[in-house]
DNA sequence: TCGGTAATTCTATTAATATAGAATTATGGA
DNA sequence: TCCATAATTCTATATTAATAGAATTACCGA
């Protein structure tokens, strides 16, 4: 597999982490994830989380920048969804960082709930 | 352990994202991870990485207010090393929502080793 | 206590980002 | 074609972030 992490792949996953790096994204993200893999109307967006169209706008814009988020137009609405190749990606970035080029985090405590101690 | 996150916990882990949403702070944090546990002086990281001391000084105090880093006095010398419990718990939060709260990302797709594994 | 190295804090500047009202564009139905 | 709705783009502002030289603080050995 890939030797070693280009500057241009560490300097996009970087422009990942920072568009998802506001609260107002963050949430964004974890709405269409929770209606993935249909996604949702801008409008529902807006209205779920409370945020004037202009500036969800660009948050969306922002997330599509980086491939975080898909969409496609249905009629007079624009339906956006999370892209989970991007988040495929990412996570597996941020797992090889600490767990496989490095033994920071032991694989077996993600997933665990809760910080009850391991073997 | 209660399954739903806090408003605080999701603002938490943007701040982290976005602490890792530079290029500069991603090369620190992986850096860092390559020589973890011992973590690095802050004069080896700033000659490795080519970043000014007062530069490099704010994006470690960057990193440091989000718990991504952890640092100890040694003498003269400021060591710093990856929190990998933090480091651990935005990787779990990520994995949460990608792969078990929903099933937009296939955990086994995650760790790319090839394709010898899954149904 | 002095001198030297390490790192931070001070100060300043520049660049980016977040926010949101107003205007515009896009779409489809009557 | 005209209207209503959806969403973006325009415009403006305020806040925050990134950068880095200069000054300061911290530590230690001689």
Redesign the interface.
């Given at each position: 597999?890939g030797a070693q992490q280009s500057a241009e792949q560490?300097?996009r996953?970087?422009?990942m982490?920072?568009?998802?790096?506001?609260?107002a994204?963050?949430?964004i993200?974890?709405l269409l994830?929770?209606a993935?893999?249909d996604g949702m109307v801008v409008s529902e967006i807006g209205a779920e989380l409370d945020i004037p169209a202009s500036t969800l706008s660009h948050h969306l814009e922002k997330l599509k920048h980086e491939e975080l988020v898909r969409v496609r137009r249905e009629g007079t609405y624009l339906r956006y969804s999370?892209n989970?190749d991007a988040?495929?990606e990412?996570?597996?970035f941020?797992?090889a960082?600490?767990?496989?080029?490095?033994?920071?985090?032991?694989?077996e405590?993600?997933?665990?709930?809760?910080k009850e101690r391991g073997p």
């Open positions: 597999m560490i300097s996953f970087a422009d982490f920072s568009a998802m790096g506001t609260d994204r963050l949430r993200m974890r994830l929770s993935h893999p999370a989970a988040l495929r990412l996570l597996a941020l797992y960082e600490c767990c496989t080029r490095n033994k920071a985090v032991q694989p405590r993600i997933v665990r709930f809760g």
